[in-house]
């Protein structure tokens, strides 16, 4: 039976752009940060392999529940190249960000339950500021700005040692 040639089963940056959903700027922006790779063909083209779908699909899930670019390239690295990777390590890599999930959400609900006390407040330092101040150590001895003591800030315009503060 005949081999079918190698570059049929690639794509075009172009082509994988429309096959995958992402602007062409997003996936030389992935390639660029080492998530997705290409060959370059005699004239300078970006090939991409068919797994490199997979791959895409698989970043743009993690980015939409906020996987940071640096976890999902450690991730991609741990998976076979030049194949979809097998169940057993997609749930394995679903786990190990399910805590990190778990504690983001957990941080939105507190926000989302506690944004009323702050929206339009613009004091940037209420007792227990949830928004500018999560988890206010000093809320609860102090009240309003403060510069600590031997922290001045340098520059024009700065106040002067011994000055007051507000």
């Known amino acids: 039976m005949p081999q079918v040639p190698e570059k049929i089963h690639e794509l075009t940056v172009g082509r994988l752009a429309a096959r995958s959903g992402a602007a062409v700027s997003a996936l030389h922006f992935y ?25 895409v699909a698989f ?16 991730a991609l690295a741990e998976l076979p190249q030049e194949r979809t990777p097998p169940r057993d390590d997609r749930a394995r890599l679903s786990e190990a960000w399910r ?11 507190r926000l989302r339950d506690r944004l009323t006390d702050c929206i339009g407040c613009g004091c940037l330092s209420l007792d227990s500021c949830v928004l500018s101040n999560p988890d206010d150590v ?7 700005s403060r510069l600590l003591a031997g922290k001045r800030p340098a520059g024009p315009g700065a106040p002067q040692a011994g000055a007051g503060t507000a």
């Not at 080492?34 to 068919?50: E, P, V």
């Not at 970043?59 to 450690?74: D, H, K, M, N, S």
């Not at 000093?138 to 309003?144: A, D, H, Q, V």
């Open 138 to 144: 000093f809320g609860g001895r102090l009240t309003g």
């Open 31 to 55: 390639e660029s940060k080492g998530l997705i790779s290409s060959r370059r063909t005699s004239g300078n083209q970006r090939r991409h392999s068919r797994d490199t779908l997979r791959r």
């Open 99 to 109: 805590a990190e999930l778990d504690e983001r959400i957990e941080q939105l609900n």
């Open 59 to 74: 970043i743009r899930a993690a980015q939409r529940v906020g996987i940071p670019l640096a976890t999902i390239r450690g």
